[in-house]
């Protein structure tokens, strides 16, 4: 390794890596206390609530893929050092994404029960499923316009301000909620309406951070000219409608798929998913690990081949992997060790503590499998390569996943055990086929070509 040695690399990954993860932490852990807040009101509730993640995530995987294909346009534009190149690109995202999330929360006020009949078979749940998913995406375009303003943020390495847009929303979330779900200083006891509420009001205050910061800061990106609409020159229309079409598939193939099987999951009694769902939580974690790793591959590698560094951005791909297997060994060992006390905090019943206990064995499998693979599809995905992601998530999370789900938890009988197998299975698969992919992809770096 030439120039520097691979402690200063770490450094600057863990630099921009660290406050991306507690970012992506502080989304998990609110999502974790939303579901203690709500956890009185019964297992059914959790189970509602809970039922609504899938459906909702199909919708916003669109904005998050616009957020994705954004970060790669202004980390590569950061590395050519052209600003008026990366705003083009940013403002163009985040137009489409505010119009697309307006137009979308509208129909949603309209559709959010046949949405979650369609999305759900508990019927003693829908009622208090539909009255949450309807407020979450009636207003999503709050939430929207966070994530484009966020991703294009970290693209450019301003993962601090982006942890303290996730602070405002993680405080605007837990207050509400404190004063809505069960009523306290006077306000009414909303429950589930005061959850959805608490949602709604943290990812507001989100937003307004993050338009306060750009209207104050416009060192590199700026929303001066936002709606200075004109005609975007052919290669950019290509680069949106190519890397951003292509994760938008990429991400409704992989909500599609989670869809299926939670479909599958939503035909078992309440009573037994509620601790699937409180597994499931735990896999957000390692995804929040995971996802803020992806964002310092992005920005790196895109801003390497954007400066033409290939060399370089091959040597920040190896050390991420490095990192990251470090960080999913001890993320597992935690998950084991730690199962009883995790489960104890949401359930007193102790063979519902017991079940928790034995799904973590495959959640730790899950989490080393899920971090490498994440960041080896955010390396290829900084080098511009945006199809092999596409197809990778169309095969495994689309076919593979539902299929299994669906075969081991009702033709067999297996039932929420039938679920962990097949995504045990599922996350073996991909991980493989990522790993393939990737050396392919780290061959392109080396070789110094570039796919569109």
């Known amino acids: 390794m030439k120039g520097r040695g691979a402690r200063e690399y770490r450094k600057e990954i863990i630099k921009i890596a660290w406050l991306a993860i507690l970012e992506s932490l502080v989304n998990v852990i609110v999502t974790s206390i939303d579901t203690r807040m709500i956890s009185p009101l019964g297992k059914s509730t959790v ?40 705003n083009r690109y940013f403002h163009a995202v985040l137009r489409t994404g505010f119009f697309l999330s307006v137009v979308m929360g509208v129909l ?12 759900s078979r508990q019927t003693e749940t829908i009622d208090t499923s539909v009255a949450f998913f309807r407020i979450i995406m009636c207003f999503m375009v709050f939430q929207t316009v966070s994530i484009i303003l966020n991703a294009a943020l970290r693209g450019i390495g301003k993962t601090r301000v982006t942890f303290i847009s996730g602070i405002f929303m993680a405080v605007g979330d837990i207050v509400v909620n404190y004063l809505l779900i069960e009523g306290h200083f006077g306000f009414p006891a909303l429950g589930v309406i005061g959850d959805a509420i608490g949602t709604v009001a943290g990812s507001a ?25 004109r005609a975007l020159p052919p290669e950019y229309r290509k680069d949106i409608r190519s890397k951003a079409g292509n994760i938008v598939l990429e991400n409704l193939f992989t909500r599609i798929g989670f869809l299926l099987s ?9 009573d ?64 084991i060790f730690g199962a009883r006390w995790y489960y104890g905090i949401f359930f007193a019943d102790p063979n519902a503590v017991s079940e928790g206990a034995g799904y973590n ?40 996943n539902p299929t299994l789900s669906f075969l081991l938890a009702e033709w067999m009988g297996i039932g929420v055990w039938g679920i962990w197998y097949a995504t045990l299975i599922t996350q073996a698969v991909w991980f493989v086929m990522s790993l393939v992919w990737g050396r392919k992809c780290l061959n392109r770096i080396q070789e110094g070509r570039q796919d569109g």
């Not at 995530?57 to 294909?69: D, E, H, N, Q, V």
């Not at 202004?74 to 190149?85: H, I, T």
């Not at 509620?274 to 591959?297: C, E, H, K, P, R």
């Open 47 to 86: 189970s509602a609530v809970s039922l609504t993640s899938q459906p909702k995530l199909f919708f916003f995987s669109i904005f998050f893929a616009l957020g994705t294909a954004g970060s790669i346009f202004v980390s590569q534009a950061l590395g050519k050092r052209d600003a008026e190149r990366a």
């Open 108 to 119: 949603f006020y309209f559709l959010a029960d046949p949405i979650m009949r369609l999305c």
């Open 205 to 229: 205050a989100a937003c307004a951070f993050s338009i306060f910061y750009l209207i104050r800061h416009s060192d590199f990106l700026s929303l001066k000219g936002l709606m200075n609409i």
């Open 262 to 270: 939670s479909f599958v999951v939503s035909g078992l009694p309440a």
């Open 272 to 335: 037994r998913t509620s601790v699937y769902f409180v597994a499931m939580i735990l896999l957000n974690y390692t995804f929040a690990f995971g996802d803020g790793l992806q964002s310092a591959v992005v920005t790196l590698t895109g801003r390497s081949v954007g400066a033409g560094q290939l060399e370089e951005g091959k040597t920040y791909f190896k050390q991420i992997c490095l990192i990251s297997g470090v960080i999913s060994g001890i993320l597992s060992l935690v998950y």
């Open 361 to 400: 064995y495959v959640v730790a499998a899950l989490t080393v499998l899920q971090i490498l693979r994440i960041v080896i599809v955010g390396a290829m995905r900084g080098t511009g390569e945006t199809k092999i992601p596409r197809t990778m998530a169309l095969l495994c999370v689309l076919f593979i």
